[in-house]
């Protein structure tokens, strides 16, 4: 739908104005008339009563803007008139919202503002909405077994368009910004009078359920505000809007599932031979971690659930954590159909001995591990006696001239909606939309059984947000801690919380800039300061951390931290694998590949509805030889346009520093130039897979670093919605941008996949010391001068002073003056 039709479905002319938006329009007409408690918003929100009137109360007016108010009546009603016949279409706009309107008291100019929603747009789904939609969606139910059948897979907020999240940030929710939202029907003909809005449309959720019985995969858009009519169950404040049977795809793996799973197997009793076989009598030592099987060939087609389980074995002892990764079991063979939680295919084919229990394999405390741990270590404090220098209002958040929100999906765990910056005289600058992790992929390198198949689609077939960790104050987190909870939905339908699950604090970051005049030794140095928000996940042996980072400078930094146990095999005696590095005796961890998938929704300078955006790529070149190269010393920057998506599959290049730029096409800095930023790629790599690699098939996206497509609503997941099994090749981007969509002045989405080669140390195990990886947003002729000039002079403690005071430190703010040699020569 036009953002235009779509944003004046949820607004309306001034009450002495016809609404024309729907069926009801001449009732609505009489209400608004009738009604004798017609009330609005004052500054906090809260509602006051009003005259019983169907005028607002526009106190000392001059007659001309009343001749005015009753020349738009006229105007209305010859309009409501003229539609009465006719079926009312979705409007655009035929007025102007006011950039100068108070929108902080009761109206805006005397026009009503109703401020009810206590919700903004993009707040993640309450536990409360949650169950709703659970129960409205198993109130729908055609039958009892259908209703028994359903698994409910993710439950998430339904976005709504970009101009609806403009509307509540202009008129709804604090810090109120008008100017975010304008109507462009000002130039209409006939356009009458100033338009105001009542009330923002219902949240909405939506719902990813598999059903066992049939094994079918739907989606459902459920209305979390009308009352719904009396259902089975009572009444739920809910409706049913769709409901869409998906066919040929299986949704992603669920915990419940894989409890189950690991169960079943344990009971198979095949396999508890095959255990026995290896020696192994107690089976509560152990361990099957199910994985989806992807897609090899027909027998792993969607039309079954199925999932491929790993094997290890812990030792027994007396260490509460026993690392039973560290004794994977090798030659067994097991095929779990998930729908009927049954072993459908099961062969010992092979008989690899445990490998012995290694002294090295724990990672607990030392009492427990029989180790020593160091003493050596003083307490680190992080003191922040005044508090943060954040503020906090339900998921908004503002910080040294940011601002954002923070939102939450099971898939993709933590989002950052509408990035902006207070650029002073400026106003508020948007740079992103929407920020996330869409998709990770882990294919390993070893060409045996079963290596080759462990190609997990973290994101796809799990999901980030689904398997996040409560975090700890004081390990995960340091200093004055902002936390978030999380809500989901478990696979009967139920409502987990997990509490503290996104953590946001400040950190020092050393040196922001620096400069000491070497003539008159006067210095100036100001320290950096971050603001991080983050979350951490484990899917099986590996754990996850996803950090966005806000820079004083302007900068933001997406970092993933990798860190977890190795997954392991085993070896025979004397059996060495290239395709691997040696642990310890009998044990080898694979070389694999870690993929990330950011998803950047740009808005550089843009309002939302604005598509004034276009991607530039930039590449170092050397000046070839000749008259302008004189000394053969030359090199420039050359700048490359991307016209269309065809055109921007791009990958990196550190030989040319290549970099990609977002530019506003409208908005110009001091010196004339376009204003923007760029993404400036870190370390990187690409698949190490030839072309028919199998697991390429779902993950073709992997083939290039940098996609760039036109927004569209629909294309979130890079791989499609449902990669799990999926059959079809070249899902999702490969097969979006093949409609060449042109990529000039319009809204741009940048799909940015970065990786790191593993090649495992024995530094690795028994845990994995956090390995970094990301990129940065950085500011290009965004600013007229560095933003970070204004950062005040810092203070710190000083080491000797026994009191440990804070004291200016030498050289912040106040010049000195140093004695040298240098100094006296001069």
């Known amino acids: 739908m036009d953002s235009r039709a779509e944003a004046a479905k ?52 001059h007659e001309e803007e009343e001749e005015q108010e009753q020349q738009q009546t006229r105007d209305a009603e010859h309009i409501r008139n003229n539609n009465n016949n006719k079926k009312p279409a979705a409007l655009t706009f035929v007025g102007s919202l006011d950039p100068a309107a108070t929108v902080g008291s009761s109206s805006v100019k005397g026009f009503l503002v109703l401020r009810s929603q206590s919700a903004h747009p993009l707040d993640p789904l309450t536990p409360t909405e949650i169950a709703v939609a659970i129960a409205t969606v198993r109130a729908a139910g055609d039958t009892p077994e259908v209703r028994d059948g359903m698994r409910f897979v993710e439950v998430v907020l339904n976005e709504p368009g ?29 356009a009458f009078g100033p338009m105001y809005p009542l009330q923002l449309p219902p949240r909405q959720a939506r719902l990813v359920v598999y059903n066992k019985k049939t094994n079918e995969t739907s989606v459902w858009l459920v209305e979390l505000s009308e009352v719904h009519a009396t259902a089975r169950s009572g009444h739920h404040r809910g409706k049913v809007l769709s409901s869409v049977v998906v066919p040929d795809v299986q949704p992603p793996m669920d915990a419940v599932e894989y409890a189950e799973c690991e169960a079943t197997v344990k009971e198979h009793g095949p396999f508890v031979e095959a255990m026995k076989r290896r020696g192994i009598d107690d089976m509560d030592l152990v361990m099957v971690d199910p994985w989806c099987v992807g897609y090899y060939g027909e027998e792993d087609a969607p039309s079954r659930r199925l999932a491929r389980p790993l094997v290890f074995c812990r030792t027994p002892g007396a260490c509460p954590l026993e690392n039973g990764y560290a004794r994977p079991v090798e030659g067994i063979h097991v095929l779990v159909d998930m729908r009927q939680m049954k072993v ?80 002073g005289s400026r106003g508020r600058r948007s740079i992103a939309h929407r920020l996330s992790f869409v998709e990770m992929v882990v294919p390993y390198g070893d060409p045996k059984d079963p290596h080759y198949r462990k190609n997990a689609f973290d994101a796809g077939e799990d999901g980030l947000g689904k398997n996040c960790h409560s975090l700890k104050r004081g390990c995960d987190c340091l200093g004055y801690i902002k936390y978030f909870d999380a809500h989901f939905t478990n696979f009967h339908g139920g409502v987990e919380t997990v509490e503290n699950c996104v953590c946001m604090h400040e950190e020092d970051h050393g040196i922001m800039w620096k400069h000491q005049d070497w003539r008159t030794g006067s210095e100036e140095v100001r320290r950096s300061r971050r ?34 146990i190795l997954s392991l095999g085993a070896l025979k005696t004397d059996e060495h694998r290239r395709h691997g590095t040696l642990i310890a005796p009998g044990l080898y961890a694979p070389v694999h590949q870690h993929f990330f998938v950011a998803r950047l929704d740009m808005a550089v300078d843009c309002k939302p509805g604005e598509g004034w955006n276009q991607v530039v790529e930039v590449n170092v070149k050397v000046e070839e030889p000749g008259p302008d190269n004189p000394h053969n010393n030359a090199f420039y920057a050359e700048e490359t346009l991307l016209r269309s998506e065809l055109e921007a599959q791009r990958d990196c290049n550190s030989l040319t520093a ?118 940065h947003l950085k500011p290009h002729g965004f600013f007229n001068c560095s933003p970070a000039i204004d950062i005040p002079p810092s203070k710190a403690v000083v080491a000797d002073d026994p009191d440990h005071k804070e004291v200016a430190v030498k050289g912040a703010g106040q010049p000195e003056t140093l004695t040298s040699t240098l100094m006296s020569k001069l």
């Open 10 to 61: 949820i607004c309306c002319h001034s009450t002495a104005v016809a609404r024309n938006c729907c069926d009801v329009q001449q009732q609505q007409q009489q209400q608004r008339c009738s009604s004798s408690n017609t009330r609005s918003s004052d500054a906090a929100g809260s509602l006051q009563s009003q005259p019983a009137s169907c005028e607002v109360e526009l106190g000392d007016e």
């Open 531 to 564: 603001l991080t928000v983050s979350f951490f996940c484990t899917v099986a042996n590996y754990e996850y951390g996803f950090y966005w980072h806000f820079y004083q400078d302007g900068r933001i930094e997406a970092e993933v931290k990798l860190t977890g």
């Open 162 to 190: 970009k101009n609806v999240v403009a509307l509540a940030d202009a008129y709804f929710f604090p810090p109120y910004q008008p100017m975010l939202f304008r109507s462009k029907a000002g130039n209409v003909p006939g």
């Open 658 to 775: 290549r970099h990609w730029l977002v530019r506003n096409t409208r908005t110009f800095n001091r010196t004339g130039q376009l204003t923007g930023y760029k993404l400036m790629p870190g370390s990187n790599c690409l698949p190490l897979a030839g072309p028919d690699a199998k697991f390429l098939r779902r993950a073709a996206f992997l083939n290039h670093n940098l996609w760039v497509t036109q927004y569209n609503r629909d294309e979130c997941f890079p791989g499609g919605e449902f990669p799990n099994q999926n059959p079809r090749v070249g899902e999702g981007l490969p097969t979006w941008v093949q409609q060449d969509r042109k990529l000039e002045e319009t809204d741009i989405v940048l799909w940015y996949v970065f990786g790191v080669t593993h090649v495992p140390r024995l530094e690795d195990w028994p845990v994995m010391p956090v390995e970094h990886i990301g990129f």
């Open 344 to 423: 459908i295919e099961f062969e010992d084919r092979y008989l690899v001995p445990l490998p012995p229990p290694d002294p090295l394999r724990n990672y607990t405390a030392a009492a427990s591990r029989g180790g020593v741990d160091r003493t050596d270590i003083k307490p680190l404090l992080i003191s922040q006696p005044e508090g943060p220098s954040f503020r906090v209002n339900g998921y908004a958040v503002e910080w040294q001239k940011w601002n954002f929100r923070v939102g939450f999906t099971p898939r993709e765990g933590l989002v950052i909606h509408t990035v902006a910056y207070d650029d």
